[in-house]
């Protein structure tokens, strides 16, 4: 980048201020006293139960082995139904825990996906009541092409902080399969942060022409949900909006401009700036 026009966009926005085993071995432990039974009265619990492996990242998701009370000690067993996917072949419970966390490590090529069934092993089952949770739960796995880091950028929020909220080291990554095709990994949890009431935040997607000048961007809708902490996503508005919504270069920076929705309906325009640093 130029290092006059990258100053002067600084200056602009300045101003705007368990051991693993396969999951088809066979199981052994020693399960939890009958006369204590509700030890053995497991659940799978997940926060989440589809994951998406981007690139070359490790392909492991968690979840949560949990029992109703902690009244001694108590091994519980697990199960899945898909040998590509390892999980421990048990949990062990200290008196007066109640919940663990479980790893489980996924062999997944590019473009893959699968589905496994984790579940508490049938020996428990017997001594396990619904009334405690899901004894199983269906996971879906896949991966996607490579993104490769490139760079980073420096990323300004010209709305809400008019320039004053910056962050320098937002990454940006190319596409594997599309060498026009590149992203801002993550850029508003990253700015905003979870401090803010930002949780959660997909990826900036955008594509740019040989030169590096602004071809188009990949529709806000389908790829992230903007500044949940207002209950607003991004709008991708048409031509009938083209005042608001923009991708431009200029001044050694690239601006950002769409509509944000309340309740599906266009709410008010937002708008961000960003440049590659050297």
Known sequence: MNKILKYGLYSVMAAMSLVSVSCTDEYK?????????????????????????????????????????????ATVALECNNPKVTIPATVNFEAGETSKEVTANVDIDFLESLNCVIKVADKDADIYSEANGHYMLNFSVSRDY???????????DLTLSQGKLQNDGILLQQYSKDSSKYRLYKPFYY?????????DCKNFV???????????????????????????????????????CHFEYKEGAYYVGALLTQGGSPYANYSFAFFINE
Do not use: H
């Open 146 to 156: 490579a993104w490769n880091t490139v760079g980073t950028c420096t990323v300004a």
């Open 29 to 73: 432990y020693d399960p939890a006293d009958p006369a204590n039974a509700d030890n053995a009265k497991a659940a799978i619990e997940a926060a989440k139960t589809n994951f998406v492996i981007e690139g070359d990242e490790a392909a492991t998701f968690t979840f949560n082995v949990t029992r109703p009370n902690g009244d001694g000690a």
């Open 191 to 199: 700015l905003f942060g979870p401090d803010n009431g930002v949780t």
């Open 206 to 244: 955008f594509y740019l022409n040989e030169d590096m000048t602004p071809k188009s961007v990949v529709p806000y809708t389908d790829e992230f949900n903007l500044l949940n902490q207002y209950g607003f996503a991004y709008y991708g508005a048409g031509s009938n909006y083209a005042s608001y």
